[in-house]
């Protein structure tokens, strides 16, 4: 048992951040290994409901495995395989689309239905809240938007996710993406292949970047990507602050962030920009908030927690859009064709391409939305139950945990056709602006909807039109790994030739 924790714990501690809420998952394995092994049983309410327990409509099936490790096992070697689905699979068939189960240390009800998994995402903190490892929370801020709840946790969500969506935000973006995207391409070698995987992961951090603090590239901006290298090294350690362990050391990390995005919201403040001017960055948004809540450590803290959803999802996408088309030519000619069709325009008219244009292009937002269902770049979330709470006649018991499992609603061939077949036109005439449906949730749901959404989709468009527009390529060989993260076996290496 102890090598097996020690290979898994090797194994998380080389994750990228993205795995933060797979890290949910994983991590509470061993936060929770020894101590939690209180069983309470599912389907009957206990307190505070009167000592005589009131059976409810539907039991709930499912298996809680061995003493302590529970199918934690079996579910991770089946995340390793060509078919993660197959854990959900089999008990999907012996139990029905909600099971009960024991994972990472917990007893937990797993959902695979689309109508219990949204009610508990829309549920607020009285029945559910986000369950996290212990070495995650002491890496997050106390007052980190990730970890808050309540009117503080709406009220950060509500300013970050308008200024995602504000059209001065969306001009900007654009223009940046454009610019780092370019001047990366120009060095594009045809004689070796380029990792996709790679490129956009350095862009896309200096756009994430640029939109939280208004930092361009520059000496700081490296400071700060080598620093945050280090502060997600620990977000899967072991809980120990001692020297020398990776907690300490990513705790370090984050203080040195700290400081220079400190110094950078001070500086604001003596500027006023926060005040006069019309924000031009997520940390302008929060400085002009008048409420005293949101102080000048807060709102750093902030940035850098930020970054840790926003850092790996969307190279993620991008990656994956290519590994996909690059497998369906069908679907890159079409994707292709309207693009290049959209820049001829967009030349003969003299204007440069804005956010509109990217959304006018309905093929390739079909593209990316097919990408987010087959990819499930965040395969699900983990709340725990703050009260018994009953969903279309199941109980959910206070302290257990429920993990809504998106990729089993994505590859329902209930909801989907084909569910494992890349077919971006079972988008075309639908509307996937709000992001999310009970079918569809690759960003969540409810309060906790990712407020990034907007920006990973506008990144993926920009990124999709200058790659094709600009490149034929040819892909090398490769494979999605899906546990503990998604991402490429070999960083999707790609061999470019320019267009004339
Ligand atoms: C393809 C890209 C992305 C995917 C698939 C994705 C997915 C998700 C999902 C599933 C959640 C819900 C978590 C939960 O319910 O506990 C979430 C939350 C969040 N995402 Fe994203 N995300 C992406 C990009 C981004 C970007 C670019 C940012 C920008 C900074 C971002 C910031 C956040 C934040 C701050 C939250 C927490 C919201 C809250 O707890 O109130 N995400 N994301």
Redesign the pocket.
Known sequence: MESIINSLFLLFSTTTS?AI?VSALVFVFFTFFFINNRRRRPWKIASPVPSSSVVVRRILLGTMGWPFIGETLDFISCGYTDHPQSFMDKRRLLYGKVFKSHLFGSPTIVSTDAEVSKFV?QSDANSFV?SYPKSLTELMGESS??RINGSL?RR??GL?GSF?KSPYLKAQITSDMRKLLLQSMATWNEDRPIYIQDETKHI?FQV?VK??IGLDPSEEMEYLRTQFQKFIAGLMSLPIKLPGTQLHRSLQAKKKMLNLVLQIIRDKKIKNVGVSQDPTD?ADVLLKDKSEKLTDELISDNMI???????D??P??MTLAIKYLSDCPKALHQLKEENLELKKRKEELGDPLCWDDYLSLRFTQSVITET?RMGN??MG???KAMKDVEIKGYLIPKGWCVLTH?RSVHLDENHYDSPHRFNPWRWQNKDMSSGSSSCF?????????????D???L??SIFLHHFVTNFRWVAEEDTIINFPTVRMKNRMAVWVKREN
């Open positions: 993205a809420f995402l986000p938007i990730l946790h950060i969500h970050i995602f896309a994430l939109a939280l997520v927690d930020l970054m840790i959803p926003g850092e999802s969307v993620l996408l987010l770049i965040i979330v983990i709340r998106f949730t690759p960003f969540g749901g409810g309060l906790r909807l990712c407020p990034g959404l920006l990973a989709r990144e993926a």
